[in-house]
């Protein structure tokens, strides 16, 4: 009963120079590709996906905020206000610059 608790789904092998191990990601068998492609859709597309789609959320909620904040405001107000952010990450990059190639 406990045998199977210990027994590892996959294979691993030695890299290339023999001084660690990998699983074996160019197997034959069925049960190898199943490893592989569990491992692969796990631990690459299932969080790749959630991380795209949660940060498209939140890119769509902060350009319908914009878009509200614009016809709440006006648009002169915010555009001399993006120029003035803009002018100020200018300067504080152009310091940041300055001091790095000085020392």
Request: proline share 3%; hydrophobic share 45%; charged share 15%.
């Amino acid at each position: 009963m406990f045998s199977n608790c210990f027994q590892v789904w996959g294979r691993f092998v030695p890299e290339g120079y023999l001084t660690t191990c990998t699983f074996d990601y160019l197997p034959n068998d069925f049960i190898g590709k199943a490893f592989v492609g569990t491992l692969f859709t796990f631990s690459y597309i299932l969080p790749m996906s959630l991380i795209i789609y949660f940060y498209s959320q939140i890119v769509s909620h902060v350009v319908n905020h914009e878009k509200a904040l614009r016809e709440q405001v006006g648009h002169y107000i915010l555009v001399s206000g993006i120029k003035k952010t803009f002018r100020l990450t200018r300067f504080i990059t152009f310091i940041v610059i300055i001091k790095y190639r000085i020392n």
